[in-house]
C-alpha cells in the first residue's frame, strides 16, 4: 500500500507565497502521474495541477496558471506544489494524489484517483 505524506500547509497573507510538499512511500516513477486536488468550504473537489512521469510534463487548470507550479524531486519522492501571489479564492484543503494509469489531461481532472495524501489546509487571514 502506497502512502502518500503531506507537509506545508499553513495561514498565508493575500499575495503570498507557500509550499506544499508530497512525499511518496514508493518511487514516483511507479506511478504514471501525480496531482494536487483541492476542496474549498461548500465546494467541489476540483483537479488543480497535475504532473506525468517520468518526462515532468505539467498541466494546470486556468485559474492557477502562471501562480501556481508543480514540480518533482525524484530523490526524495517527492512532488511540491508551489503557490505564489495567493488569492482568498485559493482557500482549501489541498490533496496529493498518484496513481500509475492517469489519462491524459484535461481527464485528470475527474479521474478516481487511487492514492491519496492527508490533505493539507491554507487560509488566507481576513
Known amino acids: 500500500q502506497v502512502h502518500l505524506e503531506q507537509s506545508g500547509g499553513g495561514s498565508v497573507q493575500a499575495g503570498g507565497s507557500l509550499r506544499l510538499s508530497c512525499a511518496a512511500s514508493?518511487?514516483?516513477?511507479?506511478?504514471?502521474?501525480m496531482a494536487w486536488f483541492r476542496q474549498a468550504p461548500g465546494k467541489e473537489r476540483e483537479g488543480v495541477a497535475s504532473?506525468?512521469?517520468?518526462?515532468?510534463?505539467?498541466h494546470y487548470i486556468d485559474s492557477v496558471k502562471g501562480r501556481f507550479t508543480i514540480s518533482q524531486e525524484h530523490v526524495r519522492n517527492t512532488v511540491y506544489l508551489r503557490l505564489n501571489n495567493v488569492e482568498p479564492e485559493d482557500v482549501a484543503m489541498y490533496y496529493c494524489?498518484?496513481?500509475?494509469?492517469?489519462?491524459?489531461?484535461?481527464?485528470?481532472?475527474?479521474?478516481?484517483?487511487?492514492?491519496w495524501g492527508q490533505g493539507s489546509r491554507v487560509t488566507v487571514p481576513a
Open positions: 504532473i506525468y512521469f517520468p518526462e515532468g510534463r505539467t
Open positions: 514508493a518511487n514516483i516513477y511507479a506511478f504514471k502521474c
Open positions: 494524489a498518484a496513481d500509475d494509469r492517469c489519462p491524459p489531461p484535461p481527464l485528470w481532472t475527474t479521474y478516481e484517483f487511487d492514492f
